[in-house]
């Protein structure tokens, strides 16, 4: 019998790049990122980032770093090639953003790429590659440092180009990677300019004073304020934004760690955590944590981005962060948030003083849960929320059954005592909220036509989207039409108070 014919093969190394590449940049902003953390681990002080179109057409960064002589220049495309490791066992004492010595081939393989670059005793040179090969090697002209120029990503994939964003979407995701790291290195200058316009210009100065200047319409630097704090293994800084200053989304809840920004939902929850008196549900703090720890406590080595991270004590560096933040906002009065006192969701009181336990005027009254949240659902309009009721599932159809509950009052401003078949309950009051808008929303309330359609700006693949998803959509009352070539949105769900326009840039 003959055998049979091996049907696996080992892959072109050039197209095991290409593919792999997709991990480590997969848009433009990926490019930016690895480019300026190559940049700050050459120890620049100055970096510029210069992006084409978003991105999609170029991408340049020029720094003032360490620099390369020709021979690195020729083995810095190579993959697995890195100044920064020699064996697996310095990654537990790795403190350079980069280390994978992956990035610049992965770039190169899928785009042309040139970097000029001088190292402080020897003379500049260019290297040229496209689609990951070498084109050209010389001698050129440049001073101390390096600059990287990444022309047409994703020219020779085209199945990966077709998923860049039109620019502007690009670029405001590149914009995002560049402020992570100037928030991260706020002794470094960074200048950031889009089609040739100077966008960014962050001199070195305080963590206060750069993320004031990174987020100059979101954040006032005289409500920042800074803090530290240390455990075995770590010290950290913060920056704490006083309770007025809070927003209504997480954005300016940030955390990095060895100055990378991570998205850890246990620091960010724990930055949360300990506003909770100052704030609830749906309002967030501004809150910057930045923890050094030592490198043999954490792994940054589970993601290819390097996004998320690893810990071996988080309990102690979340206890640790509480306490800092929790004892520095006790000078401040809980009703001082904006929000806090603007939002009569409930008909009690959401602000107690700290540290004390309240519970709302109203004990052992049994109502319909739904209209506290809502008076406005109720079908008996002088039946105020907050009267005794039986808990019977209203009749408008709408109104989920709830089955009998005792509700015994609030604590805390956020949450509600009910019980229920002898059990006790805490039910979060926003999560409530939101559950009963959401099941509204589903069961199909109708949309409520709007008098002028609001146009939406959008590019091909979300006009794709949209309308792929049109009649779902329209189940929840978004009616989205296509006029003259444009979308516009023309009915938007019945009974939910969200704007057009909200519901539109949605
Ligand atoms: P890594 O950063 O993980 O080492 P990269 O592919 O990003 O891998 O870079 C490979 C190597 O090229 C780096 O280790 C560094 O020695 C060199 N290098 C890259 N960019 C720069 C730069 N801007 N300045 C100086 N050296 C650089
Ligand atoms: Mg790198």
Excluded at 159 to 174: D, G, I, P
Aim: proline share 7%; with cysteine; net charge negative.
């Amino acid at each position: 019998m003959s055998q049979p014919q091996a049907r696996i093969h080992l892959l072109d190394p050039l197209v095991a790049r290409r593919i792999a590449a997709g991990e480590v940049v997969e848009r433009p902003h990926g490019v930016v990122r690895e480019l300026m953390d190559n940049s700050i681990d050459a120890g620049a002080r100055h970096v510029e980032v210069y992006l084409q179109a978003g991105g999609n057409e170029s991408i340049r960064v020029i720094d003032d770093g360490a620099g390369m002589g020709p021979e690195d220049l020729r083995l810095c495309v190579e993959s697995h090639a890195t100044s920064k490791i020699t064996t697996d066992h310095d990654l537990l004492s790795v403190r350079t953003l980069g280390f994978r010595g992956e990035a610049l081939a992965s770039i190169a393989a899928v785009s042309r790429l040139s970097i000029t670059s001088a190292p402080s005793d020897g003379i500049p040179h260019t290297i040229e590659v496209d689609a990951g090969s070498i084109r050209n090697l010389a001698p050129s002209a440049g001073q101390q440092g390096t600059t990287v120029e990444v022309s047409d990503l994703f020219f020779n994939v085209p199945a990966r180009k077709r998923f860049l964003k039109r620019t502007q979407t690009e670029a405001s995701m590149c914009r995002g990677v560049f402020l992570d790291k100037a928030v991260g290195f706020v002794d470094v200058e960074f200048r950031l300019y889009l089609d040739g316009e100077l966008r960014h210009f962050l001199p070195p100065g305080t963590i206060a004073a750069r993320i004031a200047a990174a987020y100059p319409e979101r954040t006032e630097p005289a409500l920042l304020h800074q803090l530290t704090g240390s455990g075995e293994g770590f010290t950290f800084a913060l920056i704490a934004g006083e309770p007025r200053a809070a927003r209504k989304d997480r954005r300016q809840l940030q955390v990095f760690v060895n100055r990378r920004r991570v998205w850890e939902y246990a620091l960010i929850q724990a930055l949360e955590y300990a506003y909770r008196d100052y704030l609830h549900g749906g309002i967030y703090p501004v809150a910057y944590l930045f923890l050094d720890i030592d490198p043999e406590l954490v792994d940054f080595n589970i993601h290819p981005t390097k996004r998320e991270v690893r810990f071996r004590s988080l309990p102690e560096i979340h206890r640790r962060v509480v306490e800092v933040v929790s004892s520095h906002l006790r000078q401040f009065d809980r009703t001082m948030s904006p929000f806090v006192a603007a939002e009569p969701t409930l008909p009690y009181s959401t602000a107690s003083p700290p540290g004390e336990m309240r519970v709302s005027p109203h004990p052992a009254t049994v109502f319909d849960l739904t209209r506290v949240f809502d008076p406005g659902l109720s079908d008996s309009p002088d039946d105020p929320a907050g009267a005794p009721a039986s808990g019977t599932p209203t009749t408008d159809g709408i109104t989920p059954a709830i089955p009998d509950f005792r509700y015994l009052g609030q604590v805390m401003g956020v949450f509600l005592i009910v019980e229920r078949e002898n059990q006790l309950y805490l039910v979060d009051q926003h999560a409530a909220h939101e559950r009963i808008i959401y099941d509204r929303l589903t069961r199909g309330s109708g949309g409520q036509e709007l008098l002028f359609p609001v146009y939406l700006d959008i590019g091909e693949d979300e006009a794709k989207t949209l309308d792929a998803n049109k009649d779902e959509l329209s189940g929840l009352g978004i009616r989205i039409e296509r006029n003259d070539g444009a979308w516009a949105l023309v009915s938007t769900p019945a009974g939910i108070s969200i704007s057009a326009e909200d519901l539109a840039g949605m």
